[in-house]
């Protein structure tokens, strides 16, 4: 099967996106098809543990994997390109989720959203409302529930 085509705000997305070093960027990117992939645990652990693995390049300051799409919330290295941390991310969960499952058809949608985040904009108020995706998409009732999350703030 071929890779779902650009659509035409894609490109528009792309334009005046750079890559400022110690940056927060908000990113958000969807499942080929906006299938609900990750409404298997073992599959969506894939991403977090992907997400883990680009410590080195992003601080990650919360995330939530939802059945068909990303939201990562994180601080941007001095040498990685924004454009390229999640073409690494992305490609890197593909190739793991193609070898150990049955899976053939695209993972991942092309392109991304990305919010860079401004000077007064409340990160921590940003990643409640990221980490409760699953509450509002009423996948659970407390986000204690939720397996695909995390966030460096936890509040009880």
Not at 19 to 25: A, F, N
Not at 28 to 41: E, K, N
Not at 81 to 102: F, N, P
């Amino acid at each position: 099967m071929g890779r779902t085509p650009a659509r035409p705000g894609q490109v528009a997305l792309r334009r005046g996106r750079a890559s400022l070093p110690y940056h927060y960027y908000l990113v958000t990117t969807v499942t080929d098809g906006r299938r609900p992939i990750f409404l298997d645990t073992f599959l969506g652990r894939v991403v977090v543990r992907a997400l883990r693995r680009m410590e080195p390049l992003a601080a990650t300051k919360c995330f939530v994997v939802m059945p068909d799409h990303l939201h990562w919330l994180f601080q941007l290295n001095d040498a990685t390109s924004l454009s390229r941390l999640i073409q690494r991310l992305k490609a890197g969960t593909a190739r793991e989720i193609c070898s150990t499952t049955s899976h053939t058809a695209p993972i991942w949608q092309r392109g991304f959203h990305d919010h860079a985040i401004r000077g007064d904009e409340d990160l921590r108020a940003l990643a409640r409302y990221v980490i409760a995706n699953p509450l509002r998409a009423g996948l659970v009732s407390r986000i204690g529930d939720y397996p695909l999350w995390d966030a460096v703030w936890v509040e009880g």
